[in-house]
């Protein structure tokens, strides 16, 4: 029996199914070296390709995560929280709530100085959870300079 080029395609096409079906391990390896070998190139194409979505509407990836937001935002919000409450998340949401409000320097140095400050700067009352003496971190609001983790008290007489 002779097949034709396209029986043959086809015959070809099912034996690599089969294969892959059984030797799922494999086939797993076998994608992620073609993934590794291709990567660079992937993620080029991905680019260029989101970069022409963006030409076309330059708020499409902030819409869509925004309205990914609104559809899963309890669920969003128990993650944050979640992170949160892990070292490394708190380090990451205050120094980048820090860096939003306009604090310039090396924020893990800050950060650092923020945790070990037990007392504040200027009254050098204790710092705790109270409302008045909880912890801020001051800075310059015209250079962005640091100056210091006082008290809510110190920081909004300090301005
Ligand atoms: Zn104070």
Redesign the pocket.
């Known amino acids: 029996m002779v097949l034709s080029v396209e029986e043959k395609k086809q015959r070809n096409i099912e034996r690599t199914r089969k294969w892959r079906a059984e030797n799922p391990e494999k086939h797993k390896e076998q994608n992620a070296r073609y993934y590794q070998k291709h990567r660079e190139k992937k993620l080029a194409q991905i680019k260029k390709s989101q970069a022409k979505i963006r030409e076309e509407n330059p708020n499409f990836f902030a819409q869509k995560s925004a309205a990914y937001y609104q559809k899963n935002k309890p669920k969003m919000l128990a993650k944050a929280k979640e992170y949160k409450a892990t070292e490394h998340g708190y380090k990451v949401t205050l120094t980048s709530s820090w860096n939003f409000r306009g604090l310039k320097g090396d924020l893990d140095m800050i950060y650092r100085i923020y945790k070990s400050t037990k007392f ?6 204790e710092l705790d959870t109270h409302t008045f ?1 909880k912890k801020c971190m001051d800075h310059c609001h015209k250079s962005g300079g640091f100056r210091g983790v ?6 909004n007489r300090r301005g």
């Open positions: 504040c700067d200027d009254c050098a009352c003496t006082v008290c809510v008290r110190c920081n």
